[in-house]
């Protein structure tokens, strides 16, 4: 199940899949005296629970860069995330390392969260943070940050965050809610779902 809020559901698991969510971002910025707004953790750990309590999930996989660098680890960061933890205490969370998560470290211990390297298999998915194929199985992955740009009539243009589904390896947009995106290189037979609001749209094959 693809979702608005930029992320997926495989409901034969109970398990909700983001991927780059880049917590402690704006605070990283903010260290470097780079003015950028505030907010943003809380943003995506609401989103996240939402998303939890409304698919009712029992594991939450990050495919990768949860963390955004080592400044994550503020107080600040911490805290919003410990607050949360403990109001999903029964969750297991699971991270699949990405390269961000191995400059910034892997979580406190105290999150309970269980960190691995990539791919970690479930099911027919190989579970990973960069897009590439794993054999056996089907990877989905991160890390790009992907979305596809639209132009109308007028000449007006809008980049649109996009779940984007090549042969053997699938790449989700990014979840966080300070993140950039980049267009990717749709080739014929590839599947891109465009999120769009509140919906999550199939784009004409390529």
Do not use: Q
């Amino acid at each position: 199940m693809l979702l608005p809020e930029k992320a997926a559901f495989l409901p034969d698991h109970h398990t909700l899949l983001v991927a780059d969510a880049h917590v402690g971002k704006a605070v990283s910025f903010r260290r470097w005296g780079v003015p950028v707004p505030r907010g943003t953790t809380g943003e995506t750990l609401d989103r996240l629970t939402r998303l939890i309590d409304a698919m009712a999930a029992t594991r939450l996989v990050f495919l990768g860069d949860f963390l955004h660098s080592r400044r994550a680890h503020a107080p600040s960061t911490l805290g919003a995330l410990h607050r949360w933890r403990e109001r999903h205490a029964d969750l297991e969370v699971v991270l699949v390392r990405g390269n961000h998560d191995d400059r910034a470290g892997d979580p406190p211990a105290t999150l309970g969260v269980r960190c691995a390297d990539e791919p970690w298999p479930l099911g027919p998915l190989a579970l990973c943070h960069h897009p590439r194929p794993v054999a056996g199985l089907y990877a989905l992955a991160g890390h790009l940050h992907p979305c596809i740009g639209l132009s109308g009539r007028a000449r007006d243009r809008l980049r649109l965050p996009c779940f984007w589904f090549g042969r053997d390896v699938g790449v989700m947009p990014a979840f966080g809610s300070f993140t950039g995106m980049h267009p990717v290189p749709v080739a014929e037979g590839d599947r891109v779902y465009a999120v769009a609001d509140a919906r999550v749209v199939a784009m004409p094959a390529a």
